[in-house]
């Protein structure tokens, strides 16, 4: 008997925390629709109405149409693809072959939206961030016995949803937002309707942050695998547009991932799990910054305030370089733990592959950004 009342005790306790993680998530998404209220307004209005007069240009998301009266969504797509040329409203230049938005009157077969959908998730990456959760607890656990623990296959899934469904939201917020009207994407092709993704997202959030809570053990992975979902459901929206901060968000949600997979396995020798992640999250910020070096003129003209817009690319260089060589460090971390070793094949060969990527970046330092330069460092 005291063994069922403690049992039932935790279980109410696990699904108080699930409704109150759902409740914060559904205040957030509250809370990011409120900020675009009003283009979510215009946006259902152009998907549920038609044309109110003959032959008048309609622009949404930077995809322009021009509906004909009496002329359908199929003859529209015919003539895109025939390369017929539609004048902006907003501007006196002509844009080939604009991509068709779709309408919630002509919806797709079920099968089809399902597979456009999985589409949107970059299936591609999914053995990345797997591999990402096994390799922390692998590392950990030193055993293959670790795959019988149920933690483990669960943060690793749930590690590899979250960023499988963040692909989805972002490609949701960037149609709104106009970004990806020019890319052929589910949703700028038509096969998927904004709110059918917007649908699928929200769900995935919801019921990865209810049983996140309700089977994960540790109040540490549960703390992990909410941040992460946070964290990829308000980056477009909010965070990607904050200088610096869009490049740690980043960082984080992929090298959590190998702590997350540690903790499945105990937290006793969690920093054999924490030195692979802070080399990953180095070289992540690295490659983050660099990047947005190298799209630093078009990140301007777009206003977007990347670190190269904000301070400059010799001082966006610097910090790039500052957190390769931070990277080169990561096999001294356990020092700072007492009884920790130090590993000698990372503490060798870690060093010597940074020391290669430090070189390449000054490199293109010198070489004054040159397109070329960057791509080989990158690459």
């Known amino acids: ?22 409740a914060v998530l559904l205040v957030s998404l509250g809370v990011v629709q409120s900020f675009m209220l009003p283009s979510r307004l215009a946006i259902h209005s152009h998907f549920t109405h038609g044309p109110r007069t003959a032959n008048r240009p309609r622009q949404a998301l930077g995809g322009l149409m021009n509906h004909n009266q009496g002329e359908g969504l199929d003859a529209h797509r015919l003539k895109v693809r025939k390369g017929v040329s539609l004048l902006s409203t907003s501007s006196s230049r002509s844009i080939e072959n604009p991509i068709p938005i779709p309408r919630l009157s002509d919806p797709h077969p079920l099968l089809v939206t399902c597979r456009e959908l999985i589409r949107m998730t970059r299936p591609a990456c999914i053995p990345g961030e797997l591999g990402l959760a096994f390799m922390g607890s692998l590392l950990v656990a030193r055993s293959m016995e670790c795959f019988l623990l149920s933690d483990v296959w669960l943060v690793a899934l749930f590690s590899a949803a979250t960023g499988a469904f963040s692909m ?7 149609f709104r937002s106009g970004a990806d009207a020019l890319k ?17 997202a929200a769900v995935f959030y919801l019921s990865t942050m209810f049983f996140a809570s309700l089977l994960l053990q540790s109040l540490t992975l549960r703390a992990l695998v909410s941040c992460s979902l946070m964290a990829t459901f308000l980056y477009t929206p909010m965070l990607k547009g904050i200088c610096f901060v869009k490049n740690l968000v980043v960082a ?22 924490v030195v692979p992640a802070f080399y990953v999250f180095s070289t992540i910020m690295w490659q983050e910054i660099m990047m947005d070096i190298n799209d630093e003129e078009g990140d301007r003209n777009a206003g977007i305030r990347t670190l190269p817009v904000t301070v400059g690319k010799h001082a966006a260089m610097a910090v790039a370089t500052f957190f390769a060589f931070l990277a080169s460090l990561s096999p001294l971390l356990p020092l700072l ?14 060093p010597l592959v940074q020391s290669v990527i430090i070189f390449g970046s000054v490199r293109a330092w010198r070489a004054s950004f040159q397109r070329e330069e960057m791509d080989v460092v990158l690459n």
Do not use: W
């Open 168 to 174: 989805v939201i972002n490609d949701y917020f960037d």
């Open 184 to 200: 052929p994407k589910p949703l700028t092709l038509g096969t998927v309707h904004p709110e059918q993704a917007l649908l699928a």
């Open 1 to 22: 008997q005291p063994f069922r009342r403690c049992s039932a005790r935790k279980t109410g306790q696990r699904t108080m925390r699930s409704l109150l993680g759902i």
């Open 337 to 350: 733990v007492p009884g920790a070793q130090v590993s000698p094949v990372a503490a060798s060969v870690i």
């Open 252 to 273: 984080f949600v992929i090298s959590q991932a190998i702590v997350a997979g540690g903790l499945a396995v105990g937290g006793a020798n969690l920093v054999r799990a």
